[in-house]
């Protein structure tokens, strides 16, 4: 398994970024996909998910704000973040399962992640 994140960077409070994950390894359409986040010195907080049919949740935090979406014949999933908060700081990193609603227990494919730093 080979997720590679993308679409980080600077940006100012209010502003928006398009985060990218590209898959490879696995059946990609047979799974759900998800976004998590880390601030450095915390722990890993779930942000989205979206399950191979397309159903999407959220966390309540970006809930209104965050869109996932995922398009299965270039094997990627999408995290469009608007209206960006400073405590949206942190390294984002996708994974896949067959439950995205949360990250799955022991989860051991992380890619490098992408940092969005949010910020005047």
């Known amino acids: 398994v080979q997720l590679v994140e993308s679409g980080g960077g600077l940006v100012q409070p209010g502003g928006s970024l398009r985060l990218s994950c590209a898959a490879s390894g696995f059946t990609f359409s047979s799974y759900g996909m998800g976004w998590a986040r880390q601030v450095p010195g915390k722990g890993l907080e779930w942000v989205s998910g979206?399950?191979?049919?397309?159903?999407?949740f959220y966390a309540d935090s970006v809930k209104g704000r965050f869109t996932i979406s995922r398009d299965n014949a270039k094997n990627t999933v999408y995290l469009l973040m608007n209206s960006l908060k400073p405590e949206d700081t942190a390294v984002y990193y996708c994974f896949h399962g067959p439950s995205p609603g949360g990250v799955p227990p022991g989860y051991d494919s992380w890619g490098q992640g992408t940092r969005v730093t949010v910020s005047s």
């Open positions: 979206i399950y191979s049919l397309g159903s999407t």
